[in-house]
């Protein structure tokens, strides 16, 4: 079976169905502009092209001075929870994610770390080291940069909405909570240019099915579209009962926020994995507030939900903004 990332994951991705791939065009590891420009090489203005205020600007570049503390820490773990005190990022912004005692899937020889979902405040962004932070690029404050390390696989969703994405394993083991899956990769897109994609697509790609992932923030808005071009993210369908969760990391501070994908509870081997489209900016808001306004009733412009869950909540959740 062909690997859809075509060697730029650690691990093959197989895919079992090529010809329902739609509009997809090429594997990216990480996110670009719709230039082709990679989004590590974003810089912050004081004001957007869009006109949205951009609270996150800052005329300085953080600066991280970890590398100060290679001879007192030569480990290669040297940014954890315990050393935070001698790393600015952690020490600033926490480093939520750690080693649990036992090997948890069938990649036995990776130290796999996991994201402690329970210490993590709501709708807190994780902030990793940067990728030119002076650590080691083995730092535990960067599991969001090291691609896909579980086993998954493309093929058809049992509940009949296209493709999904499977977790699969030769040991049998469950994924744990807290598991990085995979980054959400795709192009980003001003509100503008989400709305422009939407509305062609619309009148030229009726049932494609809509793949742009809007990240708020305050004062700030980032569409994420992996439609044409993207990683494994694309393929996770929506769940009103999810097994995975949207989190917003960023790689320093003051770079553009992404969206992470971990397992918010156990995952079986060969289970599909989902989330909760309404949950893209790593808030369980929307999805109560949904649930508040019972769409069953409501459902005019939107698609019917075939998650097929006891909690469904009938009608998929629709960005009114675009
Ligand atoms: C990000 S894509 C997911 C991958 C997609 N199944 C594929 O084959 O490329 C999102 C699209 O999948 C479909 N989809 C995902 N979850 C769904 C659900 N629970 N009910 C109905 N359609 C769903 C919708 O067409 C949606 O716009």
New binding site residues.
């Given amino acids: 079976m062909e690997d859809i990332s075509k060697g730029l994951e650690p691990f093959r991705i197989p895919i079992e169905d090529t010809h329902?791939?739609?509009s997809?065009l090429l594997y990216i590891t990480d996110s670009i502009f719709p230039d082709g420009t990679p989004v590590t090489t974003y810089e912050p203005e004081s004001s957007s092209a869009d006109g949205e205020s951009d609270e996150d600007s800052t005329n300085e570049t953080y600066t991280c001075s970890c590398v100060a503390n290679h001879d007192d820490h030569p480990s290669v773990n040297i940014c954890t929870v315990e050393n935070g005190a001698t790393c600015d990022c952690v020490s600033d912004f926490g480093n939520f994610y750690y080693m649990p005692s036992g090997n948890c899937d069938d990649h036995k020889d990776i130290d796999r770390q996991l994201l402690n979902l329970e210490a993590l405040p709501e709708r807190l962004p994780l902030v990793e080291c940067s990728p030119i932070c002076p650590c080691s690029g083995n730092c535990a404050n960067r599991l969001t940069q090291r691609g896909v390390l579980i086993s998954t696989t493309i093929r058809p969703?049992s509940?009949g909405?296209?493709?999904?994405l499977f977790y699969i394993s030769t040991t049998h083991d469950d994924l744990p909570q807290g598991c990085f899956v995979s980054l959400y990769a795709g192009e980003y897109l001003t509100t503008d240019q989400a709305r422009q994609r939407w509305s062609n697509q619309r009148v030229h790609e009726e049932g494609q099915?809509?793949?742009i992932l809007s990240l708020k923030l305050p004062g700030k808005t980032w569409h994420i579209d992996?439609r044409f071009k993207g990683n494994i993210g694309?393929?996770?369908?929506?769940?009103c009962d999810p097994n995975c969760v949207i989190q917003i990391v960023r790689w320093g501070i003051d770079s553009l926020p992404r969206a992470a994908i971990f397992t918010k509870r156990g995952v079986r081997v060969g289970e599909e994995l989902t989330f909760d489209?309404a949950n893209a900016s790593g808030s369980v808001d929307l999805a109560a507030q949904l649930d508040r306004q019972n769409v069953i009733e409501d459902g005019a412009g939107r698609?019917?939900?075939?998650?097929g869950s006891q909690k469904c909540r009938g009608w998929?959740p629709f960005d009114e903004t675009l």
Avoid: A, I, Q
Avoid at 161 to 164: D, H, M, N, S
Avoid at 303 to 307: A, N, P, V
């Fill in positions: 329902h791939l739609g997809f969703s509940s909405v296209g493709l999904g099915g809509n793949h992996p694309r393929f996770l369908n929506h769940s489209y698609t019917k939900c075939l998650c998929m």
